[in-house]
């Protein structure tokens, strides 16, 4: 696959030269600060971090910087694009850890700044929303690029159906300041389980298998595949035909090009304080491909979208423990549900390699395929990343 960096050609040739050389030396240590070397104005010298909410309200925070960072402070807050300066939950050093247990909830959630001594600093949350009526509703943003800048949090939210939403979930999303909803579903899954939202609401319909019956259908034949009466026959190989047709599609299908445009392009036009999510059903395929995709034209490593779009599992499998649990009790391999409930590497892989065939790129895919001009790209760009190229 060609380096997801190569839509930076929209980027001044100069700025272009020295993105594409950052993204080819990435990994292999040459970019790393001298020993001691202060990290550059605007840099955020971060190389990971994470949040995990616990049970109880509790937070456990780690991150990993080079030591040129110097000591870490960590700061609270409740602005996703602000960072906090105030009440200070935590110390460490550049490879830190910190577990906050005594913040009250908050409207609409916490975020943390990891402040080094050296650098300029990140505002970080859990990815995950923990909506009980939405498992995979989570943040886009906290991913970091090969280039050293970061995906901002707070801006743009991929989810599964919102047809169960709560009024305090709906109330939720608002507080986050969440004005649009793309739906990405069909005509008969939106029929059959209309989206909960809050009044006024920004709502807009970007079927992407539109006029497809086959691929439509697709959700039929799992089911198809799963309910029949003979499960003991059915094979892992039958599964994922299943979605692997559904991943070929996606990358060059008309009406996918389409739907796909106007998400990125509602994505890029979001006003000042303002946030989106998109979702299909369950937040995985579609929904799945949408958020890779995106990641990769930012410059994210492909290690790092693989293992995010994997991520559907922990968040989707649960749900159907007990269907899981049935369809095994009537000789069913857990294999087989499994590889149409959730999701696997190859699925992705076979996207990603549609893509290339097609446009060499996803640069390419984001320019010819989804028609995007190089002004709404530098957009994205601009509200989407953080922090200056290291």
């Known amino acids: 696959m060609k380096s997801p960096l190569s839509s930076n050609r929209f980027l001044p040739a100069l700025a272009a030269a020295a993105a594409l050389a950052a993204a080819s030396l990435a990994g292999t240590g040459l970019l790393a600060p001298a020993a001691g070397a202060v990290p550059p104005s605007g840099v955020i010298p971060f190389t990971a971090a994470n949040v995990t909410e616990q049970s109880g309200g509790s937070y456990d925070i780690t991150w990993t910087a080079p030591a040129s960072a110097g000591p870490v402070t960590v700061y609270a807050g409740t602005d996703a694009l602000t960072p906090a300066r105030t009440h200070v939950v935590g110390h460490g050093g550049d490879k830190g850890s910190t577990v906050v ?28 929303l923990h909506l009980p009526d939405a498992p995979n509703f989570r943040d886009v943003g906290g991913v970091r690029t090969a280039s050293g800048q970061w995906i901002r949090m707070g801006i743009l939210y991929r989810s599964g159906s919102l047809n169960n939403l709560t009024t305090a979930e709906d109330q939720e999303m608002t507080a986050l300041g969440i004005d649009r909803v793309v739906d990405l579903r069909t005509e008969a899954e939106r029929a059959a389980t209309a989206d909960k939202l809050a009044p006024g609401t920004n709502y807009a319909v970007d079927d992407v298998l539109a006029g497809n019956p086959d691929l439509s259908n697709i959700t039929a034949a799992a089911t198809a595949l799963i309910s029949g009466s003979n499960k003991s026959s059915a094979t892992v190989a039958q599964a994922e035909g299943i979605l692997t047709g559904l991943y070929k599609a996606l990358p060059v299908l008309d009406t996918a090009n389409t739907g796909y445009s106007q998400l990125f392009t509602s994505a890029a036009t ?40 994997l991520q559907s599992n922990r968040y989707v499998l649960p749900e159907y423990k007990p269907v899981v649990a049935s369809y095994v009790g009537q000789g069913g391999k857990a294999k087989v549900i499994d590889a149409v409930l959730g999701v696997q590497p190859q ?44």
Not at 360 to 382: C, D, E, Q
Request: include cysteine; hydrophobic fraction near 40%.
């Open 270 to 309: 979001l006003p000042a304080g303002q946030a989106l999510v998109f979702h299909c059903t369950a937040g995985k395929d579609r929904t799945g491909w949408a958020t890779a995709a995106f990641e990769l034209e930012l410059g994210v490593p492909l290690s790092t979208v693989d293992a995010d779009y």
């Open 101 to 128: 247990t005594s913040l009250a909830a908050a409207d609409p959630r916490w975020y943390f700044t990891l402040t080094p001594t050296h650098g300029s600093p990140l505002v970080i949350a859990d990815r995950s």
């Open 347 to 390: 699925y992705l892989n076979t996207s990603l390699k549609v893509m290339d065939s097609a446009y060499g790129s996803v640069g390419a895919y984001f320019s010819k395929g989804l028609g995007l001009s190089p002004a709404t790209v530098t957009a994205l760009r601009h509200e989407m990343l953080e922090g200056s190229p290291s």
